[in-house]
């Protein structure tokens, strides 16, 4: 069975870089034709998608600047794990953050989410 489990600090001080890992159970995150997202939700916010990376190593990042900019998606292969960095946080990244598995044009699992907080 496929499982994603979010993991990070939970609270980070603005202007640091907040690192998040997704870790996958039960697939290969190589396997073909899958992608790997991050998505965020901020408080009274719709889902907003951040970008993903691909079975082969491509990545993709939302098409919003400050989102592109700041953004880093990656695999690492040997610990099946999918990570995102963001730097420069502000308080408006406050958002539970969850990673989800993409195939063709939708959703199929999704982690349960990890709260971040940016606040000094």
């Known amino acids: 069975q496929v499982q994603l489990q979010e993991s990070g600090p939970g609270l980070v001080n603005p202007a640091q870089t907040l690192s998040l890992i997704c870790s996958v159970s039960?697939?290969?995150?190589?396997?073909?034709?899958?992608?790997w997202a991050w998505i965020r939700q901020s408080p009274g916010k719709e889902l907003e998608w951040m970008g993903f990376i691909a079975y082969s190593g491509s990545t993709y990042y939302s098409p919003s600047l400050d989102i592109r900019i700041r953004t880093t998606i990656s695999m690492d292969t040997s610990k099946n794990h999918i990570t995102l960095q963001l730097n420069s946080v502000t308080p408006e990244d406050t958002a539970v953050y969850f990673c989800?598995?993409?195939?063709?044009?939708?959703?199929?699992?999704w982690g349960q989410g990890t709260q971040v907080t940016v606040s000094s």
């Open positions: 039960g697939i290969s995150i190589e396997s073909s034709p899958y992608w």
């Open positions: 989800a598995r993409g195939i063709y044009f939708s959703y199929d699992y």
